[in-house]
């Protein structure tokens, strides 16, 4: 069709135009905010009139402070941070750094996993590994019966999370280790964090009717919870600073596992157990527990880990193996417990706590799971005699062989219910 005057006028290219005509006339006006900061004792100042200002620009030339709020003559809050210096968006990683220690850290971050995988991990966090469950999530599972139609709902959700999304976003990029360098055709679909995400509501859903009103009113859940702390080894300072998918909270803590379990360290000479773990000068010793210490119905129960191959890397590009994937649940475990011990017993946490705290943890990328509980018992790494921290675990079970589109039709093969009942055991666990 022609693109006439009287067609033009109802195009949106010409109502965008001249709607951005119009608000571009607008004065801005005095919305009153200096004028409330003043009468609680506030003052806005112009961060030309400022030293600290000059003395950046002198120093480095890379910082522009927009405004700073100032009580008393001193700096509480930088409202904005532009780095003009190439382009840079951050500060640069060295002794003009605010956050700058003299003394590095290794971190263990959402992105990187340790070289040598479980034994490592038993190491680092001072842990004896029990290749089985809890024998009271083993009770539990008996106890636990799918119906047909708690079958047909768990499927329906494995579908729904993984085929009937409507999200459709370009994937990323298929590699072949035989031809490298060849681009393959990009695949458009539901993106690997959209569909961990459908599979675990639809997943925590069907366990809220099958354990009933009783124990969820004990439940909490969150979602995207950070979690950071500091824990000093040897002469070595580590911090956790992790990401979970999901947690559930309950209203009091999981009980401790009965039972003395002990065994020998791993051995990992010549290699130390901070190997792949980045060190870093620019930090913060401090410790981040996502809810009050006050707060009812705040301990931790289960987490839910998202393991997703193109954020999870090795640093030297190979392919995530079967311990590093069970050790990267087991160290997300362990900062949930260790922030929870900061936050209830201080730096005398170092020392002794009173009593253990357990949490669940489930990692899965969609269609692997693997399941295990970890009970913090000391947080005294250093020491390799007196008490231990417990790690229980079960192998990797997958909830599903295959689920896509065949000859237009979607196809669920391999469909594995035991995984459900792992999950509705670790929900009701009390």
Not at 1 to 26: C, D, E, P
Request: aromatic share 10%; proline share 5%.
């Amino acid at each position: 069709m022609r693109l006439t005057n009287k067609l033009y006028a109802q195009h949106l290219g010409w109502t965008f135009k001249k709607h951005w005509i119009v608000q571009s006339k607008r004065t801005p006006r005095d919305t009153g905010a200096a004028a409330e900061l003043k009468k609680i004792g506030v003052s806005v100042k112009d961060v030309v009139d400022l030293p600290e200002h000059e003395a950046y620009c002198n120093q480095e030339k890379y910082l522009k402070y927009n405004f700073i709020l100032l009580v008393s003559n001193k700096i509480i809050t930088n409202l904005r941070l532009e780095a003009i210096n190439g382009g840079k968006t951050s500060l640069r990683d060295d002794k003009t750094h605010p956050n700058w220690n003299l003394k590095p850290c290794h971190t263990f971050g959402n992105s990187n996993v340790l070289l040598e995988g479980m034994s490592q991990a038993l190491l680092l966090t001072k842990s004896v590994e029990i290749p089985s469950l809890p024998k009271c999530i083993r009770e539990s599972m008996d106890g636990i019966q799918i119906s047909g139609l708690l079958e047909r709902k768990v499927k329906e959700a494995v579908m729904a999370s993984h085929l009937f999304s409507a999200d459709q976003v370009k994937l990323p990029k298929r590699r072949n280790p035989l031809r490298p360098e060849y681009n393959l055709p990009r695949d458009y679909g539901i993106p690997q964090k959209r569909r961990v995400s459908i599979l675990i509501n639809k997943l925590l859903s069907e366990c809220e009717k099958f354990a009933g009103r009783n124990i969820n009113s004990q439940r909490r859940l969150l979602d995207q919870a950070n979690f950071k702390v500091t824990v000093p080894k040897n002469d070595d300072l580590l911090l956790f600073d992790v990401n979970v998918q999901k947690i559930i909270t309950a209203s009091r803590p999981l009980d401790a596992i009965k039972g003395k379990y002990d065994s020998e360290l791993p051995d990992l000479h010549p290699i130390k157990y901070t190997i792949s773990m980045p060190k870093q000068h620019v930090y913060i010793p401090e410790t981040i527990y996502p809810f009050g210490g006050n707060l009812n119905g705040c301990n931790p129960h289960t987490i839910f880990v998202n393991f997703n191959n193109e954020e999870v890397k090795n640093i030297h590009d190979l392919q995530i193996n079967v311990s590093q994937f069970q050790s990267r649940n087991l160290l997300k475990a362990f900062s949930v417990a260790a922030a929870r011990a900061k936050q209830l017993y201080g730096d005398l946490a170092f020392k002794n706590i009173s009593r253990p705290i357990v949490v669940q943890s489930i990692q899965t990328d969609g269609r692997t799971f693997h399941f295990g509980v970890f009970q913090l018992n000391t947080l005294r790494l250093d020491n390799l005699e007196g008490p231990k921290n417990y790690w229980f675990h079960q192998n990797n079970e997958d909830l599903f062989q295959l689920c896509e589109y065949g000859s237009g039709k979607p196809t669920l093969e391999g469909f594995n219910k035991d995984v459900f009942r792992y999950i509705c055991a670790f929900y009701s666990n009390a």
